[in-house]
Structures are given as C-alpha cells and as structure tokens.
C-alpha cells in the first residue's frame, strides 16, 4: 500500500468478502513496520546514523499517507456507490381517463452482502393534455425484490410473473425454481419446478426470453436443460446413472463433459424452451427442437382465426454450422459473430395435445446468417427482428446492425419461403451528424407508436445513445431524443405514445424522462415533435461531496481528425473519430473563470479506453468515473476508429491494424488536447480493461515517456498465449490478421501465427516499459485467462518496473461483482493519486 523501495508485486487473494473493504483500524498502522527503525547501533557511522534516519522517516511517513489516502477515498468511494441505477420500467393505461400505472425497477449495491439491491417504485401519471404537462404520485415507499431474479408484467399489467431462481452462489442439484403469478391484489398461483424438468431460467439478457401469451394463459420460457445423470460406483459395482437417493458406500463419477458457451457461461446447461400453462400449473419442454440447437429470446405468434394451434419464434443458436467450421462452442456473450437464426414450432398447450407438429421445427430465415430480437407488430402482420449479418461474415465480434421484416401469414400456414424485407440496412460512411447506422442490443418486449407500424429503440450514435423512431414500412428513422443534448438517453417502456426513458451525462446523475409524441405540433421539416418532461424520483440525499462533484463536472465531445489520410483506403476510415474530454472543477468558489480554466488545464488527466475494440464509450453516467472526477481528476475517453456508432467503414479499418492504428489515434487525441491546453503532457496516466488493457499496455510500451502511469482490467497483454486458452480464439485471428483471419482460424495456430500473434501484442513491447503498473484481474476470466495478465506483469517486475497485482477469485472477464468493481476503483482512485505530480 506504500511506496516501495525495491520493485515489488504485491498479489492480494481476496478470499473473504472482510478483505475487500479496508479496515485499516484493526491493522498495524504501517503496512511494513519492520522498515521503521527506532535504534541505531553503535557500529554505524553518525552519517550513516542520518541517512538511514532519514530514509526510515520518509518510509514511515509515506506508509501514513497512503493509509490516510485509502481510508479517505474508501468513504469517499462508498458514498457513489450509495447512487441507485434505474434498470427496467413498465407502463399501462389505468381505469382513470389519461391515466397511467408505471413501476420503476432500481437497484442499489449492497457492498456488505456482495449483491444489488433491487426495488420496484410505482407511480400514477395523470396527462394533462391541454398545457402539455403531467402530474403524478409515487408509492410511500419502495418495495424491496432483491430475491426475485426477474419480474415480468403481463401485456394487460394486470399479471405480474416473478422468477426465483434461488442463490447461484449455492447451487445445489435438489433447489427448484420458483414461478410466482401474481393480480393486483394476491398471488394466483405458486409453481416449483423440480430440477428433473429444469434448471434455473437463463436471465443474461441474451439467451433470456419470457413471453406471456395473447390470452395471459400460458408463458414460454428458456432454461437450462435438466442434470444429466452421472455413472454411479458402488462396492459391488457400476451403474451407468441414477437420480435417486445416494446409497452408502457409493459414489457419483464426474461423466462426459459438455461444453458450455464460454464467459459468463461457465457449468450452465443447454438453453433450452418450455412452456408453463399456469391454470393447470404443468411445465411442458417444447419438443422437437434438435439436441445440437441453443435457444433464447422466445415470442409467441399471433394466433390465427381458423387454428386453434398456437407458435413460438425463438432464436436459435446451432453448434453443426459454426461460423468457422471448428467442432467446439466459442464464447457467446459480447460477441454478436456468432451465426444465429430465427425458428418456428408450434407449442405445447395441455398434457393432451402433442407438441410435435406435422411440419416440425421450421427456419425463417435461411438467407440470413444472423437473426435475433424477433418482434410482432401489434396488429400481428409483421415480424421485424435485428440481424448481425456483417459482424458474422467479417468475423469482427460486433459490427454495425440491419434491421428486416417479414409478413407473418394471416392464414396460420408457416414456410421457409416468405419473403424478407430490408427496413433499415448497414450504413458503410455516413455523412457528417447523419444517422450512422443501427448499434442496438436490445428491443423492448412491447416497442410499439400507437400506429402499429412506428417502432422504438435506443441505438449508439457516435459517442452518445440515443432514441430512434423507425417506420418498418418506409424505413424512415428519425432521433426523437431532443437534438440539442449531449447525454446519453436509454428506453425503457412504451405505452401508445407515451414514453419512459432514462437520460445522464458525466455531469448528471440518471433522471427519468416522460416523452409525448404530438402530431398536432409539427417541426420546420413537418415531422411529428416529442416533448419530453421530467419525472422526478422521490426525493434521494446524497452527501455534500457528491453533489459538489457533479456541480463541478463539465464535458465536451471532440472531434479528432485522422493523421495520414492518403494512406487509408475507405472513406469512412478517413472520417473523424471522437473523444469525450471530462473536467473536474474540484476548486473553491472564490477563484476567477481564468484561475479555474488554468487549474482545470492543469488538473491530472486519466486516458480512459474502451473494451471490445467494438464498443463505445459514452456519454452516460459512471458511479465509478465520477468519483476519479471527484479526486480531482480530468478524463479523456477515446472513442478510436473501430469503435461502434461511426459507421461500418470506420469500424472495419481497425481488424489487422490492432495495436498499431488504435495506438495512433490515441495518441492523436492525447496532441489534440495538449494543444487546446486541456492536459499538462507531464501529467498523464492511462487506464484500461480488456481490448482497452491491450491498448493501454501497447501506448505504455511504444510511448513509454508520454505516461507517470497505468492502470489495467484484465488486458489483452500477449495474443500467442491466449489464443490457446480463451473462449474465443478466432478474435486473435480477426483482429490480428483482419478479414483474411476468419477463414484462417484454427485451434492449432501454425508457428507463423503465434509470431503474427506475438508481434501484435503489448508484450513485444514490454522491455520499454518504464512507468509503474496496477493489474487487476478475475481469476474467473475465461476471455483474457488470468494468466495473460499475470506473465506480463512478471516481466515488468524482472525489468525493474514497478507492479501491484490484486486477483479477485470469483470474478469473471468484467470484474463487476460489487465488492470487486469497489476495490478496483478505490485502487485505481490511490494508484494514479501516488503517481501523479
């Protein structure tokens, strides 16, 4: 926790969940006491005497301030992490004219019991439609659902389906799951499906899919498969398998081993699909959906007037035809290039009807290598659904998205040849301020104008979110979130026309907004206007300093032109990339504009640099970023070409130009602000996780004078030792070779590879390296394994250079368990405060 005399790794194993917070109280008040010398003896030089006095001073006082500095930003930290985050929301028409019910699902983190917190707030809105305003009224108090796993409202809002799938944590073959029915008043019905039916429902936001029916009698569901048996030893033999109770003298053996889809994935079973009718309480598997098929995000179809048969369209996910013809599962979660498609099969309403249908399973969408997010227009006609056609065919894990439709058949006759339609397609260049392209992961269950044919989403648009409004008739799409704002806007329910979402900014902490379309007030164009109000939570204290710290923050968006253009073949390449500079005022009010604007300049600055490399950064709100704002800091978040919401030219230039093109544009941004005397070229440090780790330990290598530090969550630091044991192999090969590197993958690199690999990486680089290094990673990781990180760190200490490792041991790629991210952050926050000038 000190400065150190001698280069050091300092590996923290945090066992229990005590030591992820600092009690400084109950330890010695010098982390290395033996290092302070109160008696000399007589064989030492009075000079000596001195020296080593004054050495042994300067290491004790050095070990006081540092554990004055953790003890401060531990409550300093603590108080940020105290901020709610708005997850989900729902809204439906009440029995009062213009009235609406709307819940408001938050969660707070509960960093002693390692956990969020969830709660559910409710709310009557009553529209006031003649001066375009609203009145509305909050619940007393918050009701607490920090045992649910999900909550799902019915499309009437009269049902209320609530998931329990029990403690992960605790897993134990005999837990049931839980499925609770709730009216407005009572529970209807209480269901526990035995882990012979099922394991628990898949809740990842990718896989998961729970789909109430028109009728509210049914709801279809993905889990996991069941348990396969184990072979059972006894002392008079072996049996090949047995679910009942353990005999003595007997033991279960381990069995084959089934590959699962990678990080986060890790020991879940095959997503499978299963319907609950809940007025029998029965739990039927949907049959006849083919063992080598993963399924998710599951909907009903409209039923037809002349059947009395009813559909599910789900996604499937099939293991025989691999994007790269390789036999084994690659890594799912993050990664949208992997081949997907839509599917239709009739349901199992009753324990008399058989599910298998005549036609049996049928796929929609044979020309398509990527379908997902299947929706129903309201009035049934059609089905639109997002595809990742050209992150699948390039092999870039996340690209630029098209949405499509279909017509669903009135007649209820389903074939493999209805025609498929390109609503909004891939934009390669968009023109400066245009609409770059569809960056979407998510659709609302219900994301429906009162039209039938107006669907809504949020999308990134350069380094902002942003809410789109698309016509999958025309294939218009217009932004409806206010032009002139610079935050980050998120849906989370329609109703009509009416909206909820949830806007922030660095500077802003989430406000829930209430947005109504008017079609009597037109803009300069004749388009439709959105007015948005605030609808302002109950009232939430938050200490002095954090509202001090917002008050002080200002950002900007710049526009980074790219250097060396004549070398760039696409267009879009050629376009500017962006960077939001984040500012920290931390400073009395006494001062004038001009010493604040010099203090500002002269403020430590944070290089903060994005995963993927197909993400973005935006302009959204960090517990996290906000509290190294609060210590004073100034942060510079580098969208560099490659990221998302650009366009597909610029997103493609990066593959086969990794640690090179990356670099350089980040390094561009760093000039740019250096030149506007927004940073101090003395006073930078840089911080990273994953691609952005990668990132971080290249510049700290290729630039090893531009740095005083670093900070690195699970990096990418050598390519030729993960391509053997990540999740997902083929990224090594696409992002090292380019578009060439998906028909190149194979899971034996050749020696040519490995060097491809080798030179590509951070690690090629790591004799340079001369500013000191904090690595924080999950032991869990099956993405960047632990020991991507821990070889490079090894080196840096065999060169001198000075390293702090903490290995946190039950978490996965994104370090996002709360006791985790807290002390990774309350890290990162003392690190770069040590280093600072």
Not at 581 to 607: H, R, W, Y
């Amino acid at each position: 926790m000190m400065a150190l005399i001698l280069p050091e790794v300092n590996v923290h194993l945090n066992h229990s969940r005590r030591s992820s917070l600092y009690r400084f109280r109950s330890r010695s008040r010098y982390p290395f006491p033996s290092l302070c010398i109160r008696k000399t003896t007589s064989i030492y030089s009075s000079m000596e005497v001195a020296a080593v006095r004054t050495i042994t001073e300067k290491t004790c006082n050095s070990g006081v301030v540092i554990e004055e500095e953790y003890d401060h930003q531990t409550r300093l930290l603590q108080e940020f992490y105290e901020i709610p985050s708005i997850e989900k929301a729902w809204i439906s028409r009440s029995s009062i004219k213009n009235g609406l019910q709307a819940m408001i699902s938050l969660s707070q983190l509960n960093l002693p019991a390692n956990k969020k917190r969830k709660f559910v707030l409710s709310a009557h809105i009553l529209e006031e439609m003649n001066n375009n305003s609203i009145d509305y009224n909050w619940s007393p108090f918050p009701i607490d659902h920090t045992g649910a796993t999900l909550v799902v409202p019915s499309p009437s809002g009269l049902n209320l389906l609530v998931v329990r799938n029990g403690d992960h944590d605790i897993k134990e073959a005999s837990t049931p799951v839980q499925l609770e029915i709730w009216g407005p008043a009572q529970m209807r019905k209480e269901i526990f499906v035995p882990p012979s039916i099922h394991g628990p429902l898949f809740t990842d936001g990718w896989f998961e899919g729970i789909s109430w029916n028109s009728d509210e009698t049914c709801i279809a569901y993905v889990a996991e498969d069941p348990a396969a048996t184990q072979p059972v030893f006894t002392s008079s033999g072996y049996r090949p398998g047995t679910s009942g109770e353990k005999e003595p003298g007997s033991w279960k053996g381990q069995g084959d081993w089934l590959e699962d889809w990678g990080e986060t994935y890790s020991g879940k079973r095959r997503p499978t699909l299963f319907v609950l009718n809940i007025k029998s309480g029965t739990v039927q598997a949907v049959e006849g959906i083919p063992n080598h098929l993963s399924v998710g995000q599951v909907v009903w179809a409209p039923q037809s007037s002349t059947s009395f048969s009813q559909y599910l369209v789900f996604v499937g996910w099939s293991t025989d035809a691999s994007n790269f013809q390789t036999p084994r599962k690659l890594g799912m979660k993050y990664c949208y290039n992997r081949p997907c498609a839509l599917y239709v099969l009739r349901a199992p309403l009753s324990n008399k009807e058989s599910s298998k249908d005549t036609a049996g399973i049928l796929k929609l969408t044979e020309n398509f290598s990527s379908a997902f997010l299947p929706r129903f227009s309201p009035d049934g006609e059609l089905l639109v659904f997002l595809s990742a056609n050209t992150a699948v065919n390039t092999g870039a894990h996340c690209a630029t998205n098209s949405l499509h439709s279909l017509h669903w058949p009135s007649s209820g006759i389903i074939h493999s040849k209805i025609e498929i339609k390109d609503v909004v397609p891939v934009v390669m260049c968009p023109r400066e301020d245009f609409f770059p392209g569809l960056y979407c992961t998510d659709i609302l269950p219900h994301p429906w104008l009162s039209d039938g044919h107006t669907l809504l989403l949020s999308s990134i648009w350069g380094s902002m979110q942003v809410l789109l409004a698309i016509n999958v008739l025309s294939g218009t799409v217009s932004k409806i979130s206010p032009q002139d704002s610079n935050s980050s806007w998120n849906i989370l329910a329609v109703q009509d026309n009416i909206v909820l979402a949830v806007s922030s900014s660095p500077a802003e902490l989430p406000n829930l907004k209430y947005g109504h379309l008017s079609r009597v007030h037109m803009d300069d164009h004749g388009k439709d206007t959105w007015s948005w109000l605030n609808l302002s939570l109950p009232s939430m204290d938050f200490s002095e300093k954090v509202n001090g710290t917002l008050s002080s923050i200002d950002f900007k968006i710049f526009k980074i032109p790219v250097a060396e253009q004549e070398m760039i073949s696409t267009e879009g390449a050629r376009q500017p990339f962006e960077a939001i500079f984040v500012s920290s005022k931390c400073f009395g009010n006494d001062e004038s504009q001009e010493e604040t604007t010099m203090k500002e300049a002269c403020n430590p600055l944070i290089v903060v640099l994005h995963g993927g490399p197909h993400s973005t950064s935006l302009t959204s709100f960090s517990r996290a970023y906000t509290f190294l704002s609060s210590l004073g800091f100034n942060l510079l978040h580098v969208n560099y070409r490659g990221s998302l919401g650009f366009g597909e030219e610029a997103l493609q230039s990066l593959p086969g130009n990794i640690g090179r093109q990356d670099v350089a544009d980040v390094l561009n941004t760093i000039d740019l602000v250096i030149g506007k005397k927004l940073a101090n070229p003395t006073n930078i440090a840089v911080l990273g996780g994953s691609h952005g780790g990668f990132l971080t330990t290249h510049l700290i290598g290729q630039a090893p004078d531009r740095f005083v530090a670093a900070s690195v969550r699970n990096p990418v630091c050598n390519l030729s030792s993960m391509v053997a044991t990540t999740d997902i192999p083929d990224w090594c090969y696409v992002e090292t070779y380019g578009k060439d590197g998906k028909g190149a993958y194979t899971e034996a690199p050749t020696t040519e590879d490995l060097n491809a690999f080798y030179y590509a990486s951070p690690i090629s680089h790591v004799s340079k390296v001369k500013v000191p290094v904090l690595f924080l990673l999950g032991a869990k990781d099956l993405r960047v394994p632990v020991s991507n990180g821990l070889q490079y760190a090894r080196a840096l200490k065999e060169n001198g250079v000075e390293v702090k490792v903490i290995i946190f041991p039950n978490d996965v790629h994104v370090i996002d368990r709360p006791q985790s991210d807290f002390e990774s952050f309350l890290n990162i926050g003392v690190w770069f405060k040590r280093f600072f000038k």
